[in-house]
């Protein structure tokens, strides 16, 4: 009897706005205004404000914070990447979908570049696909072969393609979510994407960076605190909302009244506990990575050239 496939995390990046969470919620079969869809967002303020994580047949599919997105606080950006360490810890990554509209830039492939050799290792481009979004012609396979060569003359992607084995992979998701054309694209842009991701997984099995580990076995106790400081603080919160119903129907007795104050300490108490605890991710995750992580949230325009040229764990 042969063994179940093994489940990888696949972790999918790109520049804010380039469709990273419209194509998550592609392959996960759910609209945009789902309460369990990633966030979609065509401008450059991302949308992708908290780690997101959701399971698909073998594989988890994680939604990351958008590279250039000056808005995103250090403090989301270092919790996310400790969240994602985690995730891949667990499993191993099966494959890197990073996600563009058009033509990558030059400045793009660098933030990626540059994170990935922190996070990952030269084999990197054996597990990383290209996902074109937003390329109507996406289910004809003549032009889609035609856009890969084309990509292949343009100065920046000519040297990329080679290291990605020149996995592209073209899908069209865009469009009003409640039409059967929008439907019937998201359909087809799925099954492109998870045949790939079938095909190159049976090829390869998920692996876990030294990178990664290393990052994840310094902060993986700070992440464990901040998670339970959050857990409680959420149900300190719900604890608080019951008595506040009771107060507005005039139920309330005095010993809700003072539970309630009590449980406003509380709440106080794990907010400082979780805040506590991400400054520890943080100030873990900097020292080990000269500040690199930040540009997750804010490109890599303003990155110190000794910082470029140095971004590798010792």
Known sequence: MNDPPSIGTVLVVGITGSGK?????????????????????????????????KTIGRWKIVDTVGLGDTT????????????ACDECAKT??????????????????????????????????????????????????????????DMREHPVMKEFLPKIGNRVIHVDNQGRFDSSE???????????????????????????????QKVNDRIKEDL???????????TLQEQKAKIEELEKKGEATEADFMRKLDLERRCKDAEEGKRQAEEALVEKIEDMNKGVFVHLGRGIDNMPGAVKSACTIQ
């Open 224 to 234: 464990r605190r901040a998670r339970e400081q959050e857990q409680m603080y959420e």
């Open 21 to 53: 969470s419209t194509l998550c919620n592609c392959l996960l079969e759910i609209g945009p205004e789902s309460d369990e869809a990633f966030r979609e967002s065509r401008k450059a303020r991302s949308e992708t404000r908290h780690f997101k994580c």
């Open 182 to 212: 929008w439907q019937a694209k998201r359909a087809q842009s799925r099954e492109k994407v998870l045949n790939h991701l079938t095909k190159v997984t049976d090829q390869l099995p998920p692996y876990m960076p030294p990178g990664l």
């Open 72 to 83: 995103v606080s250090p403090s989301v950006v270092y919790r996310d990447v400790a969240e």
């Open 92 to 149: 191993g990554i099966a494959q890197v979908l990073l996600v563009c509209r058009g033509r990558l830039t030059q400045e793009q492939l660098d933030a990626f570049d540059n994170i990935s050799r922190v996070l990952l290792d030269e084999r990197m481009w054996s597990y990383t696909t290209l996902i074109r979004t937003d390329y109507a012609p996406f289910t004809d396979s003549d032009l889609c072969a035609e856009d890969i060569e």
